[in-house]
């Protein structure tokens, strides 16, 4: 294969000029794609990394403020994601085998139904229901009932998921240009390189999201209370 | 990255896994194992992680090369935490921080920066 020359390749549309064939041309969109989630790693791990030290130093708060989330939301939009995750490598499976664009644009809007039923809980279910409560710092904090540390705890809740859920809304944007994409024929088993970048950031949004659950929702464990 | 298609039945086993693992988690919550809980948690949660990344993520397939740049991100997130922690956790000579959204008791905090 990498001794293959351009000029006998029946398929060098498909290759940019930089690149020998499309192995090299894969491993380049691959490395390009990780080197930017690399740098996803860094900006989400600055969130992290201050949750841990705050955590440490008031870590009562936070199991107070970890018991105030609803588990079964947490757990059912952990799920969906999962899902959602599994679609999009079926996407990518569809088009790397050449089934017809019809299979690949039917698991990409599954895909986009399962990260608008993801937001959709966080908002509807969860972050509206916080407002209500007095939980949303800085604009309606019921500092008396719940105390400063928790009000902490719930700036960490809001700015984690929060951060979560704007890479959720840009994931749908990127999903709705390879519904595009896929409908003008764009791919075919030799050349899918969009898709599967895009699998990429999609499953780097999902692992944030494994690791926030039980830091937000699990903290010290729910025994005490028995959840909700 | 040689082009490796992965079989569809490993995919559904990946995410059956995914599921028990997220059920699993949610269940250890329930029980008291004290520092234990956070421990369980955070040990499923990298289980999780690897296998998205080495399965769902094709890194299993992926060559040497991507796979150092990945492990040199992770490792790097490893030196912001641990060295951060090892910074806070042995700083006597800083005060407790008290209630953080009180901004006069940051003020004896300035006024030693100054």
Same mark, same amino acid.
């Given at each position: 294969?990498?001794?293959?020359?351009?000029?006998?390749?029946?398929?060098?549309?498909?290759?940019?000029?930089?690149?020998?064939?499309?192995?090299?041309?894969?491993?380049?969109?691959?490395?390009?794609?990780?080197?930017?989630?690399?740098?996803?790693?860094?900006?989400?791990?600055?969130?992290?990394?201050?949750?841990?030290?705050?955590?440490?130093?008031?870590?009562?708060? =936070?199991? /107070? *403020?970890? @018991?105030? +989330?609803?588990?079964?939301? %947490?757990?059912?939009?952990?799920? &969906? $994601?999962?899902?959602?995750?599994?679609?999009?490598?079926?996407?990518?499976?569809?088009?790397?085998?050449?089934?017809?664009?019809?299979?690949?644009?039917?698991?990409?809007?599954?895909?986009?139904?399962?990260?608008?039923?993801?937001?959709?809980?966080?908002?509807?279910?969860?972050?509206?229901?916080?407002?209500?409560?007095?939980?949303?710092?800085?604009?309606?904090?019921?500092?008396?009932?719940?105390?400063?540390?928790?009000?902490?705890?719930?700036?960490?809740?809001? =700015?984690? /998921? *929060?951060? @979560?859920? +704007?890479?959720?809304?840009? %994931?749908?944007?990127?999903?709705? &240009? $390879?519904?595009?994409?896929?409908?003008?024929?764009?791919?075919?088993?030799?050349?899918?390189?969009?898709?599967?970048?895009?699998?990429?950031?999609?499953?780097?949004?999902?692992?944030?999201?494994?690791?926030?659950?039980?830091?937000?929702?699990?903290?010290?464990?729910?025994?005490?209370?028995?959840?909700? | 990255?040689?082009?490796?298609?992965?079989?569809?039945?490993?995919?559904?086993?990946?995410?059956?896994?995914?599921?028990?693992?997220?059920?699993?988690?949610?269940?250890?919550?329930?029980?008291?194992?004290?520092?234990?809980?956070?421990?369980?948690?955070?040990?499923?949660?990298?289980?999780?992680?690897?296998?998205?990344?080495?399965?769902?993520?094709?890194?299993?397939?992926?060559?040497?090369?991507?796979?150092?740049?990945?492990?040199?991100?992770?490792?790097?997130?490893?030196?912001?935490?641990?060295?951060?922690?090892?910074?806070?956790?042995?700083?006597?000579?800083?005060?407790?921080?008290?209630?953080?959204?009180?901004?006069?008791?940051?003020?004896?905090?300035?006024?030693?920066?100054?």
């Amino acid at each position: 294969m990498a001794a293959h020359s351009r000029l006998h390749d029946p398929h060098a549309a498909e290759v940019a000029h930089q690149f020998e064939d499309p192995e090299q041309q894969r491993e380049a969109d691959s490395l390009g794609m990780w080197t930017f989630l690399v740098t996803e790693i860094m900006f989400f791990g600055a969130l992290f990394a201050s949750y841990v030290i705050y955590r440490s130093l008031y870590p009562a708060a =936070f199991e /107070t *403020g970890s @018991h105030l +989330l609803e588990v079964k939301f %947490g757990a059912t939009n952990t799920a &969906v $994601l999962i899902c959602s995750s599994l679609t999009m490598v079926l996407a990518i499976y569809c088009a790397q085998t050449g089934k017809s664009k019809s299979a690949i644009i039917t698991f990409l809007v599954l895909t986009m139904l399962l990260g608008a039923a993801f937001i959709g809980i966080k908002l509807h279910f969860e972050w509206f229901h916080d407002y209500a409560e007095g939980l949303v710092p800085g604009i309606n904090f019921n500092l008396a009932k719940y105390g400063s540390g928790v009000e902490l705890f719930m700036v960490f809740y809001f =700015f984690m /998921t *929060g951060l @979560h859920a +704007l890479h959720m809304v840009i %994931g749908l944007g990127i999903l709705t &240009v $390879l519904v595009v994409m896929t409908a003008r024929g764009r791919f075919s088993p030799r050349y899918y390189a969009p898709l599967d970048i895009s699998g990429l950031y999609w499953h780097f949004v999902d692992i944030i999201w494994i690791f926030l659950f039980p830091l937000l929702y699990l903290i010290g464990g729910r025994y005490t209370h028995g959840g909700h | 990255m040689s082009e490796h298609i992965v079989p569809v039945k490993t995919y559904l086993a990946v995410f059956v896994a995914l599921i028990l693992l997220t059920a699993l988690t949610t269940g250890v919550a329930y029980f008291d194992l004290g520092p234990f809980n956070t421990v369980a948690a955070l040990v499923i949660a990298v289980t999780k992680m690897l296998l998205v990344v080495l399965f769902f993520m094709h890194v299993k397939y992926s060559s040497g090369m991507t796979k150092i740049v990945i492990i040199a991100g992770v490792f790097w997130l490893a030196i912001l935490i641990a060295l951060t922690m090892a910074d806070e956790m042995t700083r006597v000579w800083t005060p407790d921080p008290g209630p953080w959204s009180n901004p006069s008791l940051l003020l004896p905090f300035v006024s030693r920066l100054l």
